[in-house]
C-alpha cells in the first residue's frame, strides 16, 4: 500500500518513529578525570545472561569518540520532571556537568535522579547506518523510585501503568 504523502521516507520515518514512546536516559562516561554525557532515547535491554543493555549514539558524538572496549558506561534512566536534564545533557558542549550533582560509580558519572542506574563495561562497537550501537555488560544496577521519563510525539512525559 503506498501512501499519498509528498514526505519523503526519512520524513516519513521520522513521524513514524514520532509516535512511538521511548524512555530517556542519560549516557555517560568518565575519560580522564572529565565526565562526558549525553541524552538518549535509543537504549535499551538486550540480555538477562548476562546482563547487557544497548545503547545507540550518533557517530558524531562527542561521547561516542570517549568510548572503547573496556570504557565505563553509566545510564541514568530518568524520572518524570526530570526533562530539564535531558535538556541539559542533550545540548552541545563541554560543561553539561556544571551545577549538576553527580558522583563516580562502577567508573562512570552518575547523576543524582529518581530513575534507575545501569553502571557498565563497554563490551562492544558496532556501526548501525549513521550511529554506533554500544554494548554493555552491566555491573551495578540500582532501581529508580521515579515513573519513568519517556519522549512521545517530540515532548517529554510519562506512561502511565494498566491503558
Not at 553509566?74 to 549538576?100: I, M, N, P, Q, Y
Request: hydrophobic letters at 45%.
Amino acid at each position: 500500500m503506498t501512501g499519498t504523502t509528498t514526505l519523503g521516507l526519512a520524513e516519513q520515518f521520522r513521524e513514524v518513529m514520532a509516535g512511538v514512546a521511548t524512555p530517556v536516559a542519560v549516557v555517560s562516561t568518565l575519560a580522564g578525570d572529565r565526565p562526558h554525557a549525553t541524552t538518549v532515547s535509543a537504549f535499551a535491554s538486550l540480555s538477562l545472561a548476562p546482563p547487557m543493555v544497548m545503547v545507540a549514539l550518533d557517530e558524531r558524538s562527542d561521547l561516542l569518540r570517549r568510548l572503547a572496549v573496556g570504557s565505563p558506561l553509566g545510564l541514568t534512566v530518568l524520572a518524570v520532571g526530570e526533562s530539564a536534564l535531558a535538556h541539559a545533557f542533550a545540548r552541545k558542549g563541554e560543561d553539561k556537568f556544571a551545577g549538576v550533582p553527580w558522583e563516580l560509580d562502577t567508573g562512570a558519572p552518575r547523576l543524582r535522579s529518581a530513575g534507575g542506574w545501569l553502571g557498565c563495561t563497554v563490551t562492544s562497537l558496532v556501526p548501525g547506518g549513521d550511529h554506533v550501537i554500544v554494548l554493555g555488560e552491566v555491573r551495578r544496577a540500582h532501581p529508580g523510585t521515579g515513573e519513568p521519563l519517556t519522549y512521545h510525539a517530540r515532548t517529554f512525559g510519562t506512561h502511565v501503568a494498566g491503558g
